[in-house]
């Protein structure tokens, strides 16, 4: 399989706090990654982060993350079509390589990879 599909979608934050209380009452259950740095919750099969101040990658805008059998692959096939990688593959912990381009529009499309 070439894609799993989007299964996780990180948002940038400016409270971080007051976002989790909000996601949590929408939800209906608290994050079960809470630290200071990053709070994710997972449910139904998807994962739900929030990134104070958008992060070391500044985000803007929630950025979906698409779960790739091989973020290498995937990456040469998205550079030749025409996206620009804005953050190569790198180890995030976990056995988890993520990274990011944006099309030709400037929309910035996430990649994962578990290994």
Request: glycine fraction near 14%.
């Amino acid at each position: 399989m070439i894609t799993e599909g989007i299964k996780t979608v990180l948002h940038p934050v400016s409270d971080l706090a007051r976002a989790k209380a909000v996601y949590a009452a929408l939800l209906g259950l608290p994050p079960q990654t809470d630290g200071t740095y990053y709070a994710g919750f997972d449910i139904a099969g998807q994962h739900i982060g929030l990134v104070p101040g958008g992060g070391p990658q500044g985000m803007t805008a929630p950025v979906v993350y698409w779960h790739v059998a091989d973020i290498a692959e995937r990456l040469a096939a998205l550079s030749a079509a025409g996206a620009t990688v804005t953050e190569p593959a790198h180890d995030v912990g976990g056995d988890r390589l993520v990274a990011t381009v944006t099309d030709p529009d400037g929309n910035v499309l996430g990649l994962i990879q578990d290994r």
